[in-house]
């Protein structure tokens, strides 16, 4: 997810309940929707070779699959480097998240550094679409009857030895919203097909009908941040919207309002409905069933994924010969990232002098999720993760020459040496 953290959400608005217990309005089901999301799959599953669900948002999927492996009070392993919808994901999903050891190269799991004690599960980050090291974790989940769950949703163009990421679990999940700029909309797969029954009739009792309005908004969004995107109207808007009072600096994560979700997990299983703040961060519409033409401009962006690959491929070349680039960009063979992680001095101040020049960085996940919420225990590499965190500058690959331009222009220095042993 990307820029969380600083947009308010104003009532009434396309996410505003407007309906008893939450759940709005109107009903976006219909013939064509069902046409189109059957289609939308079928897209999806000659891309990685499986059998998918399509589903409104990376999260919601994640959701099915979290209550599908794993029973209450399950620890599941996930990287404290990585969104904070990940978490609340697990949290709702009635789970204890544990924090996973840090590698410095690439943000992910440090796989060799992995304590394994009482683990029931794992979630793969593929942070920036860089890849974890999934062989890895899958042997070693195979080894000792761990539900391996891969998150792809930054990776949908990641392939390790030939092989989508987002296969290599019992169950992945993908996202539209980040790829192709759909901002909504993801896919659900599982190594069984059989398991696609009962998560699909899961789907169908979590999701939430959709208005005329929510539906309509849902699609031009994306259309007009895509105007926005190509035409370089960012600074404007950017500087529009602050002027407005509808972007508000509250730090790169949401306000956790720790105390409300402490009160809300001790008071026994948790209803989605009441994880609402949580989990609808820069997505109100994270469980809306999608309509006809929602879906049909979600599949269109698989055009825009396609052509756009050999620009990133060229952009990641460019940015991991530059002396920011994380060690496991430079390390790694060139791939289209979704953002590349480059690692520099003073990063928040650099961010404030980048949105002078009209470029607003997104997808900082800092601080580490052990230190943005008491209720989680530390991980055993907490100076790692600050350190990346802290450092990190994810850059889109399309914007490489710019980027690297300014860079060099602002005087970015490399972030100083991680704190490892």
Same mark, same amino acid.
């Given at each position: 997810m990307s820029g969380r953290g600083t947009v308010s959400t104003t009532p009434g608005g396309s996410g505003d309940p407007g309906g008893p217990g939450g759940r709005p309005r109107g009903s976006g089901g219909s013939g064509g929707g069902t046409d189109r999301r059957r289609a939308i799959e079928a897209v999806m599953r000659d891309r990685i070779g499986q059998e998918c669900l399509h589903v409104p948002s990376a999260r919601f999927g994640l959701l099915l699959a979290l209550r599908h492996w794993f029973g209450p009070g399950d620890r599941v392993l996930i990287s404290p480097t990585n969104c904070e919808t990940v978490l609340f994901t697990v949290l709702a999903a009635g789970l204890r998240p544990v924090m996973a050891p840090v590698s410095w190269h690439d943000g992910n799991i440090d796989v060799p550094a992995v304590d394994w004690t009482g683990l029931a599960g794992v979630v793969t980050t593929h942070l920036y679409g860089q890849p974890d090291r999934v062989s890895e974790l899958r042997a070693e989940c195979d080894r000792r009857g761990v539900v391996l769950l891969d998150d792809a949703a930054h990776a949908m163009q990641t392939t390790v030895d030939g092989r989508p990421a987002g296969t290599f679990g019992e169950a992945g999940v993908f996202s539209l919203a980040k790829h192709g700029r759909a901002m909504s909309g993801g896919f659900l797969t599982a190594r069984d097909p059989a398991a696609l029954v009962s998560l699909a009739r899961a789907r169908e009792e979590l999701l939430l009908p959709g208005g005329a309005r929510a539906q309509l908004s849902g699609a031009l969004r994306p259309a007009l941040r895509e105007t926005i995107y190509r035409t370089g109207l960012v600074r404007p808007m950017w500087h529009a919207l602050k002027a407005a009072g509808l972007v508000r600096w509250t730090g790169h994560r949401c306000p956790p309002r720790e105390d409300e979700l402490r009160a809300l997990l001790a008071a026994g299983p948790v209803d989605p409905d009441a994880m609402r703040y949580w989990l609808r961060i820069d997505l109100d519409e994270w469980r809306m069933r999608q309509g006809a033409p929602l =879906?049909?401009?979600? /599949?269109? /962006?698989? /055009?825009?994924?396609? +052509?756009? +690959? &050999? /620009? +990133?491929? *060229?952009?990641? &070349? =460019? =940015? +991991? *010969?530059?002396?920011? *680039? *994380? &060690?496991?960009v430079r390390r790694a063979a060139p791939r289209p990232l979704l953002r590349v992680p480059l690692l520099v001095e003073d990063r928040d101040g650099l961010v404030a002098r980048l949105e002078s020049r009209g470029v607003v960085p997104g997808f900082v996940y800092d601080p580490p999720l052990d230190d943005y919420l008491d209720l989680v225990p530390h991980g055993p590499t907490p100076e790692v993760a600050r350190w990346w965190t802290g450092h990190v500058l994810p850059v889109d690959p399309l914007r490489a020459g710019r980027m690297a331009g300014l860079l060099t222009e602002l005087g970015a220095r490399p972030a100083p040496p991680p704190p490892v042993a």
């Amino acid at each position: 997810m990307s820029g969380r953290g600083t947009v308010s959400t104003t009532p009434g608005g396309s996410g505003d309940p407007g309906g008893p217990g939450g759940r709005p309005r109107g009903s976006g089901g219909s013939g064509g929707g069902t046409d189109r999301r059957r289609a939308i799959e079928a897209v999806m599953r000659d891309r990685i070779g499986q059998e998918c669900l399509h589903v409104p948002s990376a999260r919601f999927g994640l959701l099915l699959a979290l209550r599908h492996w794993f029973g209450p009070g399950d620890r599941v392993l996930i990287s404290p480097t990585n969104c904070e919808t990940v978490l609340f994901t697990v949290l709702a999903a009635g789970l204890r998240p544990v924090m996973a050891p840090v590698s410095w190269h690439d943000g992910n799991i440090d796989v060799p550094a992995v304590d394994w004690t009482g683990l029931a599960g794992v979630v793969t980050t593929h942070l920036y679409g860089q890849p974890d090291r999934v062989s890895e974790l899958r042997a070693e989940c195979d080894r000792r009857g761990v539900v391996l769950l891969d998150d792809a949703a930054h990776a949908m163009q990641t392939t390790v030895d030939g092989r989508p990421a987002g296969t290599f679990g019992e169950a992945g999940v993908f996202s539209l919203a980040k790829h192709g700029r759909a901002m909504s909309g993801g896919f659900l797969t599982a190594r069984d097909p059989a398991a696609l029954v009962s998560l699909a009739r899961a789907r169908e009792e979590l999701l939430l009908p959709g208005g005329a309005r929510a539906q309509l908004s849902g699609a031009l969004r994306p259309a007009l941040r895509e105007t926005i995107y190509r035409t370089g109207l960012v600074r404007p808007m950017w500087h529009a919207l602050k002027a407005a009072g509808l972007v508000r600096w509250t730090g790169h994560r949401c306000p956790p309002r720790e105390d409300e979700l402490r009160a809300l997990l001790a008071a026994g299983p948790v209803d989605p409905d009441a994880m609402r703040y949580w989990l609808r961060i820069d997505l109100d519409e994270w469980r809306m069933r999608q309509g006809a033409p929602l =879906l049909g401009y979600q /599949r269109s /962006r698989f /055009r825009v994924v396609d +052509r756009e +690959r &050999e /620009r +990133r491929v *060229a952009g990641v &070349e =460019l =940015l +991991r *010969a530059t002396p920011w *680039a *994380a &060690e496991g960009v430079r390390r790694a063979a060139p791939r289209p990232l979704l953002r590349v992680p480059l690692l520099v001095e003073d990063r928040d101040g650099l961010v404030a002098r980048l949105e002078s020049r009209g470029v607003v960085p997104g997808f900082v996940y800092d601080p580490p999720l052990d230190d943005y919420l008491d209720l989680v225990p530390h991980g055993p590499t907490p100076e790692v993760a600050r350190w990346w965190t802290g450092h990190v500058l994810p850059v889109d690959p399309l914007r490489a020459g710019r980027m690297a331009g300014l860079l060099t222009e602002l005087g970015a220095r490399p972030a100083p040496p991680p704190p490892v042993a």
